[in-house]
């Protein structure tokens, strides 16, 4: 089992930048990779990046340059750093942990967490 839990979600004006974490607990974590998902009003899910436990990244093609994702196994915490942000980023944001990962997406599992909203003003 896999427990998680998001943070650092809120409301910001057009420009400006959030750090949402993902804090995971229950296995160990630095074998795993971890995905960050959101699902704005009205719309499926989708994946926004990926890190495999390696550290390696993908991202989805909105969001490129302008989120980053990376870990820190010593704290058990995947982060998403969004700058640059846009009122089309408007979601919740999930984090899944222990999918597959690939060079260019990731699968994920049934580990979610309970998501954090973010919402972007114009």
């Known amino acids: 089992q896999v427990q998680l839990v998001e943070s650092g979600g809120g409301l910001v004006q057009a420009g400006g930048s959030l750090r949402l974490a993902c804090a995971a607990s229950g296995r160990i974590f630095r074998n795993m990779a971890v995905g960050w998902y959101r699902q704005p009003p009205g719309m499926q899910r989708e994946l926004v990046a990926a890190i495999a436990s390696g550290g390696s990244t993908n991202y989805a093609e909105s969001v490129k340059g302008r989120f980053t994702i990376s870990r820190t196994n010593a704290k058990n915490t995947v982060f998403l750093q969004m700058n640059s942000l846009k009122p089309e980023d408007t979601a919740v944001y999930y984090c899944?942990?222990?999918?597959?990962?690939?060079?260019?997406?990731?699968?994920?599992?049934?580990?979610w967490g309970q998501g954090t909203q973010v919402t972007v003003s114009s």
């Open positions: 899944n942990a222990d999918g597959e990962y690939s060079g260019t997406y990731y699968y994920p599992s049934t580990y």
